[in-house]
Structure formats: structure tokens, C-alpha cells
């Protein structure tokens, strides 16, 4: 079992950076796809970025691609995501979570373990 906590959302001003971190404490981490999500307020959770077991493969959402960075560092059991070139629209709590034994990446929904969130505020 894994428990994911997210840190390092906060405000920010368009055009800016953030780097979020998620911790993970369990024994499977290094086995385990990992992803981040983020939803806005009223609308669904979507996919932003993953990240194979191993780090050799990544994925990104068409809406973040060049912005953004999904990372992890295995002997900390820590997932992180740069964010770069901020816009209003990537405003939303952001999630992690994990896909117990997945190869990854994976950019659907169907991943075992998510953090608690961490909100990320773009303003104009």
C-alpha cells in the first residue's frame, strides 16, 4: 500500500513557476507508475502528466507539453512536477497518484492510490 502526500502548490502569477512535490511511504514506490492530475472547479479531473516506474518514459497532456516536467527520484520515494510558463487555466487542485505495478505511463484515471491534493492558483 502506498500513501501519497502532495506539497508546494500555492499562488502564483501568470507566467510563473511552481515545482510540486509528492511523497510516497510504502514499500512499492520504485514498482509504481506514478501520474499527477489536476481538476478546476466544476469540471472533471484530468490527466497532466506521468511517468513510468523506471523515469525513462513520460507523458504529458497536449495542454502542458513544453511547460511542464514530471520527474521522480526513487530513493526518495518523491514524484515532483516543475511547472513553467503558468497560465490561468492550469489553476485547479493538483493530485498524485499511483499505478501499483504499472509500467506507465498511463493517462487514464484507473491508478490505485491518490494524494489529498494541493491547490495551484495562476493569476491574471
Known amino acids: 500500500q502506498l500513501h501519497l502526500r502532495e506539497s508546494g502548490g500555492g499562488l502564483v502569477q501568470a507566467g510563473g513557476s511552481l515545482r510540486l512535490s509528492c511523497a510516497a511511504s510504502g514499500r512499492t514506490f520504485s514498482a509504481s507508475a506514478m501520474g499527477w492530475f489536476r481538476q478546476a472547479p466544476g469540471k472533471e479531473r484530468e490527466f497532466v502528466a506521468g511517468i513510468s516506474y523506471s523515469g525513462d518514459r513520460t507523458d504529458y497532456a497536449d495542454s502542458v507539453k513544453g511547460r511542464f516536467t514530471i520527474s521522480r527520484d526513487n530513493d526518495k520515494n518523491t514524484v515532483y512536477l516543475q511547472m513553467n510558463s503558468l497560465k490561468p487555466e492550469d489553476t485547479g487542485v493538483y493530485y498524485c497518484?499511483?499505478?501499483?505495478?504499472?509500467?506507465?505511463?498511463?493517462?487514464?484515471?484507473?491508478?490505485?492510490?491518490w494524494g489529498q491534493g494541493t491547490q495551484v492558483t495562476v493569476s491574471s
Open positions: 497518484a499511483a499505478d501499483e505495478y504499472g509500467w506507465g505511463p498511463s493517462s487514464t484515471l484507473k491508478y490505485d492510490y
